[in-house]
């Protein structure tokens, strides 16, 4: 879908967004505007204009708080997918408003034409193809919040597509050359390690990893946006799991395809890393992300096996199922061996646990650094990106304490998500470090099924606020 932004509204089709119908103009939308109460944010009219209809909608919006926003403008999209081409008027609005009601549309219409039809006979693409911002005098204001509101999508859009790709087809090494690809077409690095370096280096990756045919891999991404390439990064670790049947601690078949579905910390962070190198945001950013299935294969990793991580720990594997830990650990020393990162945060859906606490509403944010996590809450609440963080008191560290390792990596049903977090913590002792479990907000069930594209928002306007500081 193509964005500009214009002085001039040249469309049939016209949306007017306004906080008070005396700010509208156009005499046909301000009498929907009069008819629309508090409660309601949304009309529209079709009016018959030399044999055609015009047609026009009002977005009326009671505040100018981000959740009312974008609210609204889903409301809109909702309306705006079923027209050709749409003139959005934002006249009433200034200069600090401007691009916040651009973005929310942005995303919301977004939203609205995605689509993930490429392996159907009959894609049935969205009607809408292209969308004018109309501004008399803040045209050049929109159009710099588009290139990054476009780059958000894009990220965003790359996150669903590898997130709801079968994993017969998004295998890990179609995840790593992929992110590759996106991160060399927008000038950044791109290492690929696969399983000589993982078995030889990584043996608790390696211990998930060689129960599936499918070869693991180690990505590596860099993009250097900030003035001085010297200046520390700040890392994004991601859990790449392209599926997750449990390994020998088989799940129960009901909704496995879902499982499909336990790389999408790795999409979160490979969106995220695109979206601010097409953006251009002025700071030093890298992934890592670590992939492989989880399979029970003849080589599986079986309950009662010790492994030796990477930096030393010895690891009893109490349940198979709990791999993504068993990966990240070895992904988390990997960046302390070969980074110096000014922050470090892991994207992980890690404990169907998450999803008893806080449902399908927000992810799970813990860490060992208070600063960190607030500047994560703070994004997350400038974005509506809903995150809640969980405590990481020291006594949760007693229900990993294994009677043959150094840990174990299952510490019981009983606060599941925080003692998972508290395992991931022993291995990022030495840097700043937060964790985000996205098991309960990076897809969506039943009908709707399909991946969200979160914490991607959340995690581009904690990245904005770093270079804003
Ligand atoms: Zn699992």
Not at 181 to 209: C, T
Not at 245 to 272: F, N, Q, R, W
Not at 291 to 304: F, Q, V, Y
Request: aromatic share 6%.
């Amino acid at each position: 879908m193509q964005f500009t932004a214009s002085t001039q509204a040249t469309q049939e089709s016209q949306l007017f967004v306004c906080t008070h119908s005396d700010q509208i103009t156009d005499e046909t939308a301000k009498i929907i505007a009069n008819t629309l109460t508090r409660k309601e944010i949304f009309g529209t009219a079709a009016i018959p204009v030399s044999g055609s209809l015009k047609h026009i909608a009002v977005v009326y919006l009671a505040d100018l708080q981000v959740e009312t926003m974008q609210k609204a403008a889903k409301e809109a999209a909702a309306w705006a997918q079923k027209q050709v081409s749409l003139s959005i008027n934002l006249h009433p609005f200034c200069n600090l408003n401007t691009p916040l009601v651009t973005q929310a549309l942005v995303a919301a219409l977004g939203e609205a034409v995605y689509r993930f039809d490429a392996y159907k006979k009959e894609p049935n693409p969205a009607k809408l193809q292209s969308v004018e911002f109309v501004h008399p005098e803040r045209s050049e204001m929109i159009k710099d919040t588009l290139s990054r509101a476009e780059a958000l999508l894009y990220g965003v859009n790359l996150c669903k597509d590898l997130a709801n790709t079968g994993s017969n087809i998004c295998t890990p090494t179609y995840l790593a050359e992929t992110a590759a690809r996106e991160a060399q077409a927008v000038g950044a690095e791109a290492k690929i390690l696969g399983s000589d370096y993982i078995r030889e280096n990584m043996p608790s990756f390696w211990g998930v990893a060689k129960g599936s045919v499918q070869e693991p891999k180690l990505v590596e991404l860099r993009y250097f946006g900030a003035a001085d390439k010297s200046i520390a990064p700040i890392v994004l670790v991601g859990k790449g799991l392209t599926f997750d049947s449990g390994g020998i601690s088989l799940k129960p078949g009901e909704g496995m395809d879902e499982m499909k579905y336990d790389m999408c910390g790795a999409a979160t962070v490979i969106g995220t890393f695109i979206a601010a190198a097409k953006a251009k945001l002025p700071i030093n950013l890298a992934v890592v992300v670590a992939t492989c299935e989880n399979m029970p294969d003849a080589g599986a990793a079986k309950p009662g096996d010790v492994v030796k991580a990477m930096n030393g720990t010895t690891i009893e594997n109490l349940n198979t199922d709990a791999e993504g830990r068993l990966v990240l650990c070895d992904a988390l020393t990997y960046v302390e061996q070969n980074f110096t990162p000014k922050a470090v945060i892991d994207v992980a859906t890690l404990t169907g646990a998450c999803i008893i606490a806080l449902g399908n509403v927000a992810s799970g944010l813990m860490g060992n650094d208070q600063d960190l996590v607030d500047a994560l809450l703070q994004a997350s609440r400038n974005s509506n990106d809903k995150a809640w963080q969980l405590p990481l008191f020291p006594e949760y560290k007693e229900q990993l304490k294994s009677n043959f390792a150094d840990l174990q990596n299952i510490g019981g049903r009983p606060a599941g998500t925080i003692t998972a977090a508290t395992f991931l913590a022993h291995f990022a002792e030495h840097y700043h470090w937060a964790h985000l479990d996205i098991a309960g907000t990076a897809w969506k069930s039943g009908v709707a099924k399909g991946a969200t594209g979160r914490p991607i928002p959340l995690l581009m306007q904690f990245l904005v606020e770093q270079t804003e500081r």
